[in-house]
């Protein structure tokens, strides 16, 4: 019987030992955490949003990286083969906004044993709190990996799956880099992505804890939208973060450290004549007010101060006094609420890694190394990345089907 080391014990490592365990073959999974899972348990803020129930050609639109070598592992194993796989063994699924997909629970830990029960089905031998500390090949083949402590396991086959450099605490060091490298893969350049902005304004802080729903965001550079999304986002101390953020981060990333600006449109139900009519309505009512009082229907209040500030009229004046132009400039601020990016937070804060594994590297249908024979390489150590919503664990567990399938 051909014995399969799988190293790492999250969404790709244990959806690759399950396959491959039912093939039959002799698999050992190696997890170097105290439990398999760790960044699945975390992931959609612990409810796991395990994928989506956009069909295949949507997914592809919303893989940021290297889309088209995804093509065959989607189609092998779809979001709905794994949406299945998860309800056979009686945990309900439930789609929310944007095609997200949770358990019913909102609970990650019954997708985990979930997976625990197939891996224990499927006879998987599981080593935790076990680091591995090289992976040995001989003239070109795989032989096997040592733990610590010196002992070798002998293997025919490995399947690298230890995640990327995002969120070390779940283990995620980047150790699968330097295993690939080892072996002979060129690495595309590690950086983060999805992960929260840092914001020139100092004003920000004053907006720390404040989010936004429905929301329109557009990324500016050099006088062009390159980017714009929907949805909700949140002001930190240092920025800003939230799921429409965090998609727009992808394409940020790219840019930095040239000058990027987040254009913010506060009221994306109106246009600017519409807005212009609303905030005339609203001065009616308030005409006798100071025009720091007057925006209480318009806007959370936590923003008005920066609103004021921003818009260069002053606090104490009588709203029957405000211009036209005034109010003109008003409106182009609350659609084109200006946020200047200069940087991203470190990679331990974003929620995955872009870069990776040359995928040129990679048999797409198979996820077998074209350097070294039985190794293979799946999940967020491969140079695929996603937008937020599910996208990104669909290519772990996609991956790491594939890698099982032909181990």
Excluded at 61 to 68: C, G, L, W, Y
């Amino acid at each position: 019987m051909s014995r399969v080391v799988v190293v790492g014990g999250g969404a790709a490592g244990m959806m690759a030992a399950i396959i491959a365990g039912k093939r039959g073959k002799e698999v050992i999974l190696i997890e170097k955490n105290e439990k398999l899972g760790k960044k699945l348990f975390i992931t959609g803020k612990g409810r796991c949003n395990i994928t989506t129930d956009k069909d295949i050609e949507e997914i592809i639109k919303n893989i940021t990286t290297n889309a088209n070598f995804m093509y065959s592992a989607l189609y092998t194993f779809s979001n709905y083969d794994l949406m299945k796989m998860i309800e056979d063994k009686g945990v309900k699924l439930k789609v929310e906004r944007g095609g997200r997909v949770f358990p019913e629970s909102d609970k990650s830990s019954d997708i985990i044993k979930c997976f625990e029960k197939y891996l224990n089905e499927n006879n998987v031998k599981i080593m935790l709190n076990t680091k591995v500390t090289d992976i040995i090949d001989f003239k070109g083949k795989i032989w096997g990996v040592e733990i610590e402590g010196g002992e070798k396991i002998k293997c025919d086959s490995i399947i690298l799956a230890t995640g990327g450099k995002s969120y070390p605490l779940t283990g995620s060091t980047g150790d699968g880099y330097y295993f690939a490298k080892k072996l002979g893969h060129s690495i595309i350049d590690i950086r983060p992505s999805l992960v929260p902005l840092i914001a020139e304004e100092e004003w920000v802080k004053e907006l720390m804890g404040l989010s936004l729903k429905n929301v329109e965001i557009s990324v500016k550079h050099k006088n062009k939208i390159v980017y714009k999304d929907f949805g909700e986002m949140l002001f930190t101390h240092f920025g800003v973060s939230g799921p429409i953020i965090l998609s727009a981060s992808r394409k940020i990333i790219d840019i930095l450290p040239q000058k990027v600006e987040v254009l913010i449109d506060l009221k994306p139900a109106l246009d600017y004549n519409e807005l212009d009519r609303r905030i005339l309505r609203d001065f009616e009512m308030f005409k006798n007010k100071q025009f720091k009082n007057s925006l209480n229907e318009l806007l959370p209040s936590k923003i008005i101060p920066v609103v004021i500030k921003l818009s260069g009229i002053d606090a104490e004046k009588q709203v029957n006094s405000i211009t036209k132009d005034e109010r003109k400039n008003i409106v182009k601020l609350l659609k084109e609420f200006k946020i200047t990016i200069t940087g991203t937070r470190p990679i331990e804060e974003a929620i995955i890694t872009a870069g990776g594994v040359n995928v040129k590297e990679i048999d797409p249908s198979t996820m077998e190394s074209k350097i070294v024979k039985g190794l293979y390489i799946v999940g967020e150590l491969l140079d695929v990345d996603a937008l937020t919503g599910g996208f990104n664990l669909q290519i772990a567990f996609s991956t790491g089907y594939c890698a099982g399938l032909n181990c």
